[in-house]
C-alpha cells in the first residue's frame, strides 16, 4: 500500500541569493515526517529525504524535491555554499553538501547529508585536482602522466572554498618529474592539510621493454612445444606404419615353414 505524501510542504523552488555579496545558490527543503523504510514512499513520488548537521543546530531530518536537488548538486557539488530555506523560514542556512548517497544499481538519489557552516569559522574540505596544459615531457613514447592524488584537503572559510584546484602540468619537461602537493598555489587564507610531499602528478615510463620481451619469450615456448608435439606425433605415426607393413610379411614366412614341414613328414 502506498502512503500518501504532503505535497504542499514540499517546496518546489531553487534559485540564488546574495550573501556577503557573493551570489549563493539556494534551495527549499522542507520537515520531514516519514523517516526509516518509510522514506521509500517519498521517492516513489519524486522526493530525496535530507539531513541537516552542523555548527548552532540541531540534528533535522528534512525532504526536498528530487529535480530541485539534482540541479543544485550539479552546480554546486561539494565545494559552493548553499543557502537552504528550511519550510517558510525567510533566512536562508548557510550549508555545505557533505555526502550523497546513490543507488548503486540505477544511479539514483538515495539520501543527502548537508553540513551548516559558519562563515567566520574554518572548515576542512576536499577540493578536486583538475589537470591542465600539455606536458613536454609525453613527447617521448615510454613516458605516460600519473595523476596520483585527485583532491586536495583544505581548511579555510567557507565562502572561500575554491571549486576545483588546477595544475598545469606544462612544467613537466623530464622523466620522472613531479609536482607535489607544496607546489600548489592556493588563495589567501587557504591551506592545505594533506603532506606537502604527496605527489599529486608526475611523469612515469612505460615498461615497454619488458613486456615486449616477454611476448617473444613466450611464442618461443610455445613454438618449442609445438615443434616438439609435431615430432611426436610424426615418430608414432611411423611406428604404426612399421608395424603394418611388418606384419604381412611375417604371415608368409609362417605359411612357407609350414608347408616345408609337411612335405619332410
Not at 15 to 27: P, S, W
Not at 79 to 105: C, F, H, I, M, S
Not at 248 to 263: F, I, N, V, Y
Amino acid at each position: 500500500m502506498t502512503q500518501a505524501v504532503e505535497l504542499d510542504q514540499v517546496p518546489a523552488a531553487s534559485g540564488t541569493h546574495k550573501e556577503r555579496g557573493v551570489e549563493q545558490i539556494e534551495l527549499h527543503v522542507s520537515t520531514r515526517k516519514l523517516m526509516g523504510k518509510k522514506s521509500r514512499f517519498l521517492r516513489r513520488q519524486g522526493i530525496t529525504p535530507v539531513h541537516l548537521f552542523g555548527y548552532d543546530t540541531e540534528p533535522m531530518t528534512l525532504q526536498c524535491e528530487t529535480v530541485h536537488l539534482k540541479q543544485v548538486l550539479r552546480t554546486a557539488g561539494k565545494t559552493k555554499l548553499v543557502g537552504l530555506r528550511v519550510d517558510k523560514n525567510k533566512k536562508p542556512r548557510n550549508v555545505v553538501v557533505r555526502e550523497v548517497q546513490k543507488n548503486a544499481l540505477s544511479g539514483e538519489l538515495v539520501h543527502v547529508d548537508f553540513f551548516q557552516v559558519s562563515l567566520e569559522e574554518k572548515i576542512k574540505v576536499e577540493v578536486p585536482v583538475v589537470l591542465i596544459g600539455e606536458a613536454p615531457a609525453l613527447k617521448v613514447k615510454t613516458n605516460t602522466l600519473a595523476h596520483d592524488l585527485a583532491a586536495v584537503e583544505v581548511e579555510c572559510l567557507p565562502d572561500r572554498i575554491p571549486e576545483k584546484i588546477e595544475v598545469d602540468v606544462s612544467i613537466l619537461v623530464e622523466d620522472d618529474q613531479s609536482i607535489q602537493v607544496k607546489d600548489l598555489v592556493f588563495g589567501e587564507g587557504i591551506v592545505a592539510l594533506n603532506n606537502p610531499e604527496q605527489v599529486v602528478v608526475r611523469i612515469a615510463r612505460l615498461e615497454i621493454e619488458k613486456v615486449e620481451k616477454k611476448v617473444v619469450v613466450e611464442a618461443a615456448v610455445e613454438g618449442a612445444e609445438g615443434a616438439e608435439a609435431a615430432e611426436g606425433a610424426e615418430g608414432a605415426e611411423g611406428a604404426e606404419g612399421a608395424v603394418a607393413e611388418g606384419a604381412p610379411g611375417e604371415a608368409k614366412e609362417g605359411k612357407q615353414s609350414r608347408k616345408e614341414e609337411k612335405k619332410g613328414d
